[in-house]
């Protein structure tokens, strides 16, 4: 999948926005970061080996999971484990999710997960895949990340 995010933390420094691209298979997840106007700005690989985050200069940083290396980048605490369903417009496995709102389609309109609302505000018609979404932070009257999803496929 791929389109834009903003992201907003505690403070007016812990602002970014851009765009993004993230991918999944059973080995691999990869979330690549770039600004508003396309230049690289990370790419996150994890795998059964652990975490890389590596920036537009090459360096890179090891951790043992993806929320540890995104919260060095926004200082956003996000669960590692909900990155994937939460992108999907869906509550994750584990955590139980409370709150749940249902749209016409049967799709979670929001839910509250792992202290965050995760509010889908549009879903393509076809076959409910997320278009719009906005994630904020239960205990933060500032913390959130919007995401706008423009390409979407599947195997």
Do not use: K
């Not at 926004?74 to 584990?94: E, H, I, R």
């Not at 906005?134 to 496929?153: F, K, M, N, P």
Request: no cysteine; charged share 25%; hydrophobic share 40%.
């Amino acid at each position: 999948m791929g389109g834009r995010f903003s992201a907003q933390g505690e403070n007016e420094r812990e602002r970014a926005s851009g765009q993004f691209r993230y991918a999944e298979t059973r080995e691999q997840r990869t979330l690549s970061l770039f600004t508003p106007f396309g230049s690289a700005v990370a790419e996150v690989i994890a795998n059964a080996t652990g975490v890389t985050l590596t920036d537009a200069q090459g360096a890179q940083r090891h951790a043992a999971t993806v929320s540890d290396l995104l919260r060095d980048l926004f200082a956003l605490p996000l669960p590692d484990a909900v990155l994937s369903a939460w992108l999907q417009g869906l509550p994750a496995s584990g955590d139980e999710a409370r709150d749940i709102e249902f749209d016409g389609n049967g799709w979670p309109r929001r839910f509250v997960q792992s202290g965050w609302l995760v509010d889908i505000g549009e879903r393509r018609v076809s076959d409910g895949v997320p278009q719009r979404m906005r994630w904020s932070l239960v205990a933060s009257a500032t913390v959130e990340i919007r995401w706008l999803i423009d390409d979407w496929s599947a195997p």
